[in-house]
């Protein structure tokens, strides 16, 4: 005890290269084991010495005595001198351990500021706006809140997420604040980026057109104000309904008329029954009936006068159609071809089956319609060379009305066709050319005739003068096909009172008062149109068609997307649950009649014509297309394909209305061919282009504008909203 070592020094040095290093905000251990954590240290110019002392009973160095063993051992080993003790770790003292727990405490406050930084740096390097209510800036301008908020509200974003409920419906009343119809994504802060883009957007295209001087061209102004006035009427139309064709609009009166008319319909049911369901039936009637007077009534008001014999023009001679032929003859050269009827089937087995009963004596189109991928014998016309040599060659020995035997195609396929007649190369005759000739002259003598009298009065409507010339403009922009129907005199005036009735429709619409939608819905059109300008400009021009190389490797590449899925043909009988639902229980038992009576034997085309309220009713419900799962309401399709053909559905409720369904027909999945798929394909890669064209123009145009969005003033309304809400 007399020997112990005096009290270690109270306050270590902390040697950071022994413990710890240092680097980027993050402590690290540098010992291997926690026994060379604590080991004292025992070198070092740092090393506190011990101070010397005297052994006063032999007056020998104290150093001495501890390093040097006794030669002999002449004491008990209790009496033993003890050997010096070893100083303790600086880490071990109290001073020592406060100042590591001092080190931990720094080294964790520079890790969590390290981290919170990494967390808010985005936030904090986030632009400030210029003052709290700007949303976003660009081009010397700025986007504000209330631009913001009024933006997507005229735009119809929470409407358009909330049109119906795939559980209740249209009756939203049902739904709660989580179901998902009720959920908003343009209430985030990606949607209000999207948001605030688009709103940008629109501006830019609209400033490129002023720029560019796209509004001043006199096409485009005819263009944009033929799409408004367009517009116009619709919006002008769809008022009147709502004012003028409503259930309310029936007079009770009226509808009990019609039920005293039709007790034998109404059998066993009282008149609060089917009060709704005949007031929605006479609103129909109402609707075809009420546009023809009402345009009369604004005929007669207008002091509408119609000049319709300056719409005739000369008609062309035989010698006149004879000279073109003669002139042109080389634009009427055909070569060889053959009209026949085909049966193409996708299997040769399915072509052998087809062939016996062809043998049998069945019909050529009875075994169309059983083995056909069609369905049906399809009438094409093929061109010498245009087909494998051993097809044609077996197509061009046969006799008119002669059945060929199974002929193989390139795509595996396998057909067996009827030649209905060869055609020889040379000159068409002039019998088969007469009816083109006489339209292309037709329109040459009425360009001539319509400049000469364009000024001339076509119409007036109160006292404003609509010329000939007028017309003859709008006739021009129609399609060539829409210029050929209505080609005659007779279907011009159908045309000019079709232009007529728009022109009245319009001079009534000044009259009434746009709302602050309606006005967005104008402006959004201009900017629709300018759109299709810009990117007919600026993109259209850059995409080339895909080559054939292109179209083939897609095709090898994706081939089991290019697949005709599962098929159907069907008949339907559908009733309408009203608009919200309020004839839904009527539907569903008129619904539940039908279905019994083809339960009971009725056909079900005449069970359509009867109870279907589907514009197929006059057909007996049949729809005469093949259609796919995906093209019919979800759980009409599901039905559907669980049926046998001939099979019929029970009562499905789905989209607003009752469906009862009859299959008629079904096909398998078939995998579509090089030449069947390569229109389709060549259609997608140039979308494709189209759609990265469109979107490097956009990213081009926000960059020259210097867009820049505060996400800042976005989270404050997104704050705000969510507060409004509650």
Known sequence: VEDAPKTPPNEWVLDPDDLLNVHGGMMVETFATADDFFAPRTSGDDELEEPEEEDEEDGDDASDDFEQEPEEETLPAIREKPKKPKKPSKWTSRAG????????????????????????????????????????????????????????????????DHMICEVHGFDHSKCDQFEECEQHPIDSLPGYRQMTTMLVMEEIIQAWADDKGITQREEVQHGLSDLLNDAN??????QIHEDEITPESIPKWEVQQYYDDNRDKYEGKAFSDVEA??????????DE????????????????????????????????????????????????????QEIRMASPDTATEASKQLGAGESFENVAASFSETGKADEITVVKGSRDATFEEAVWKLQPNEISKALSNSDGTTSIVRLVRLNDAGARPLADVTEEIKSILSLENMEREYSVNKTEALFSIDGKRYTLGD??????ELSSEYQQMFATFEAKKLLLEQYITKELLLEESTDTTMTDREQHDMEDLRVQYFSQILHQEEIDGQIEDPTDEEVEKFYNENTEMLVSPPSAK?????????????????????ANEALSAIRGGTAFAEVAKTYSEDYTKTNGGLIDEWLHEEQVPAEVGKAVFALAPGGVSEVIDSMGGYYIVQLNEKRDAVQNTLDESSEAIRVYLKDLKHAELEKGMEDSLLERANL?????????????QGAASK
């Open 570 to 590: 069907i008949s339907l009988i559908w009733l309408s649950q009203g608009l919200q639902g309020e004839t839904k229980d009527q539907a569903l038992q008129r």
């Open 97 to 160: 351990r406060r100042k590591m727990r001092r080190v931990s405490i720094i080294a964790s406050c520079i890790i969590l500021a390290i981290s919170a930084g990494i967390y808010l740096y985005p936030i904090l390097s986030e632009p400030w706006p210029p003052s709290e209510n700007v949303v976003a800036s660009y081009a010397d301008k700025t986007v504000t809140v209330e631009d913001l908020q009024n933006f997507i509200q005229l735009e119809g974003m929470k409407e358009r």
């Open 708 to 720: 820049v969005i505060y996400d800042r003033t976005l989270r404050r309304m997104l704050q705000q």
């Open 471 to 476: 017309f003859y403009t709008e006739f021009k």
């Open 233 to 238: 009427v619709s919006q002008f139309m769809d």
């Open 277 to 286: 369901e005949i007031r929605q039936m006479l609103v129909q009637q109402k």
């Open 289 to 340: 009936e009420y546009f023809p007077a009402y345009i009369e009534e604004l005929k007669k008001s207008a002091g509408l006068e119609v000049n319709f014999d300056l719409l005739k023009i000369t008609e062309p001679t035989a010698d006149e159609i004879a000279a073109y032929y003669q002139t042109y003859i080389k634009d009427y050269q055909s070569e060889a071809s053959a009209v026949i």
